[in-house]
């Protein structure tokens, strides 16, 4: 510093200190002293973060905790304006849902299960009728079609984001289709155009099963506002979990609308006239109340979802365990796996539509076994860890009268003996996602 410059800041600084007696007033007690002694050894090991023994797979407390203050808020308005079925906090948490999820009505159900099943219901799915889904998807996809009299008819997924095949869905459309059930898996959309396209030509319609996909993108249109209904999960390990079940439809038509409004109600929306039959699958005030708060987190719990992905995938790669299956850029009909060399262990997951909200991060183990092996590996060092799915649609006992056999779907086969999910929640620490990680890596190089 130049001798002038310094001359100068003290001068100003001699101007700018208070004079003595005003110092006197400002300073109006002695300050204590700190005391200058070191730590304690005990002390500064407590001061230190404790190293990471356990990761579970999810802990839903850490989201909640971080807003207890809204959440008591919430019941205790509950509390006491005592209306617990329907009414204001139902109605607002449903226009809070429409905005976000760019749809024009949006209605609380009971659970995504029940949204799935009264989607169908104002859609006129019936016995004898059929309806196109995934082989790889959670049980309720498949469960609900069943439920409705339908005969659930399954297709294989595509080898890199695992969602469903277009390709494979046109293949299986004949006179009887009543509807398409896409799932958007794993919080990533299904390639959504093509199967439109298709539909569209039949007159068939997309039912998106968004469970995992709150907030997902296909294409810049948010996931439950591309197909004619869409509908989600508020189950506690979704990415804007509840305190219990509920779940949501949505749709940009008035008619189907109102028409879900009714089912969800006992088929009427005027006490004791019942147009048609219905059931209850309202979703509970209480649990509206709950879930408008974490709705207003939605994004920033899915930025933390996203930068955990990216520091798995990039310590992955640097550690040389693992590599995306990405190879052209965008999910398109040369959905393959020749970019990911034969050699690497694991396959990461691939981000082919244009906002994965990752519900789950999950790799693919290659060789035979390997999976249950890491899984037992990360088990042993306290990290939790699931395999979603390990038994596809098609060779569920429940669909033996379907007559698939082991074989029929090999994509979805391979998925369910390779799949593993690891923690990715959006509380995770650093800490905490390098653990999981060294325990992948030293499974995979123990000498390393
Ligand atoms: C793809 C998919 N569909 C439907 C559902 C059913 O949702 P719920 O558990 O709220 O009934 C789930 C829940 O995990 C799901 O993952």
């Avoid at 595509?158 to 009543?178: G, H, Q, S, W, Y």
């Avoid at 979805?412 to 325990?439: D, G, K, M, N, Q």
């Amino acid at each position: 510093m130049k001798k002038t410059t310094k001359k100068a800041l003290k001068k100003a600084a001699k101007k700018a200190a208070p004079k003595k007696s005003l110092a006197k007033t400002v300073r109006a007690k002695k300050p204590v002293a700190r005391a200058k002694v070191a730590p304690k050894a005990s002390l500064r090991a407590s001061l230190k973060p404790a190293p990471v023994t356990a990761v579970p797979l999810l802990d839903p407390r850490r989201a909640n905790n971080a807003i207890e203050g809204k959440l008591k808020a919430a019941f205790d308005r509950c509390l006491k304006h005592g209306q617990f079925i329907n009414g204001p906090e139902v109605e607002a948490f449903e226009k809070q849902c429409a905005d976000y999820m760019g749809v024009e009505h949006a209605i609380g159900v009971s659970s995504g299960t029940d949204a799935l099943i009264v989607a169908m219901m104002a859609l006129d799915v019936k016995a004898g009728d059929e309806v196109i889904c995934p082989t790889y998807t959670f049980f309720a996809t498949a469960g609900s079609i069943w439920r409705t009299g339908a005969k659930p008819v399954f297709v294989d997924i595509k080898p890199r984001c695992m969602n469903v095949d277009p390709d494979l869905i046109a293949k299986e459309i004949t006179p009887r289709t009543k509807a398409i059930i896409p799932v958007h898996l794993f919080g990533q959309c299904a390639e959504m155009e093509p199967i439109l396209d298709v539909a569209r030509a039949k007159g068939i319609p997309v039912i998106e099963d968004c469970a995992q996909a709150i907030g997902a993108e296909y294409q810049g249109r948010r996931a439950g506002s591309i197909g004619t209904v869409g509908c989600f999960s508020f189950f506690p390990s979704k990415n804007v979990g509840g305190f219990g079940d509920g779940g949501l439809v949505t749709t940009k038509e008035g008619a189907l609308a109102q028409r879900i409004r009714a089912l969800r109600n006992h088929g009427g929306l005027q006490q004791y006239t019942h147009n048609e039959v219905g059931g209850n699958f309202r979703l509970d005030a209480l649990q509206a109340a709950l879930l408008a708060p974490k709705l207003e987190h939605a994004d920033q719990y899915t930025a933390a979802r996203q930068k955990n992905a990216q520091l798995y995938t990039d310590l992955f790669v640097q550690a040389g365990v693992g590599a995306p299956d990405q190879g052209e850029p965008a999910c398109s009909v040369h959905c393959h796996r020749a970019s990911v060399p034969q050699d690497m262990p694991m396959l990461l997951p691939a981000a082919c539509q244009s906002r994965h909200v990752y519900n789950q991060y999950v790799v693919r183990v290659r060789g035979q076994g390997q999976r249950d092996a890491l899984q037992a590996a990360l088990k042993a060092k306290n990290i939790g860890s699931a395999v979603y799915y390990p038994r596809p649609m098609h060779l569920q006992p429940c669909f033996a009268s379907l007559g698939f056999r082991e074989g029929d779907m090999p994509v979805s086969e391979a998925a369910a003996r390779e799949s593993l999910a690891l923690p990715i929640y959006s509380e995770l620490t650093e800490a905490e996602l390098r653990y999981v990680v060294e325990a992948v890596v030293s499974f995979f190089n123990p000498k390393a």
